[in-house]
C-alpha cells in the first residue's frame, strides 16, 4: 500500500469507531451490528473496574464479560445498556495499517451512563479500546476490541 492508501484506511477506521460510538449512543442496533466481523470478539471485563477483576458487588458483574461473534456482541451491548442513557467519546485514534486488510489501533475514549430518567450518572470512565480490524467486502470493521481503564466511578 502506498501512503495515500494508508491514509485513507486509518480514515476509515476511525469513521468506523466514530460510528460506533454513535450507534451505541442513538440505540441504533442494527447498523451497530454493521460495525463488527460476523467472527469478532469482544473483551469488555475492565467496562466496571480498572483491572478487569472486580472484587465484589457492580464492578464483579464484568469479570467474565468477553464475548464471540457479532450477533452475540451485539446483544451483549444492547442487554447492558438496558433502557440506561450513554454518551461514549474516542479520540486520540492511534492506528497501525498491517496490511491491506488489517488493522490495528488503541483508541483513548470517555463514556458516561446515566439511569433511566438522567437522575443518576451510573458510570463515568475513562480508558482505551485496543483493536483489530479487518476489511470485509471492502469496509473496514473490528475484528477484536479489549477495553482497558485508567479510571472508573460507578454510582
Excluded at 8 to 25: H, N, P, S, V
Excluded at 59 to 82: C, K, M, P, Q
Excluded at 130 to 136: D, I
Aim: glycine share 10%.
Amino acid at each position: 500500500m502506498d501512503a495515500s492508501e494508508k491514509l485513507l484506511a486509518m480514515e476509515e477506521i476511525k469513521q468506523l469507531k466514530g460510528r460506533y460510538f454513535r450507534f451505541m449512543d442513538t440505540r441504533d442496533w442494527a447498523n451497530l451490528r454493521t460495525v463488527f466481523c460476523d467472527d469478532a470478539t469482544f473483551d469488555a471485563r475492565a467496562s466496571l473496574s480498572i483491572s478487569g477483576e472486580g472484587e465484589g458487588g457492580r464492578a464483579a458483574e464484568s469479570n467474565d464479560w468477553v464475548y464471540a461473534g457479532g450477533d452475540t456482541i451485539l446483544e451483549f451491548i444492547r442487554a447492558a445498556v438496558g433502557t440506561q442513557h450513554s454518551v461514549h467519546h474516542g479520540h486520540c485514534h492511534e492506528v497501525e495499517i498491517l496490511s491491506p486488510d488489517e488493522a490495528r489501533g488503541v483508541i483513548a475514549m470517555e463514556d458516561q451512563i446515566w439511569n433511566e430518567d438522567f437522575s443518576v450518572v451510573t458510570l463515568h470512565g475513562c480508558g482505551h479500546y485496543h483493536e483489530t480490524y479487518r476489511r470485509v467486502n471492502g469496509a473496514w470493521r473490528i475484528h477484536t476490541s479489549r477495553i482497558t481503564r485508567l479510571q472508573v466511578t460507578l454510582g
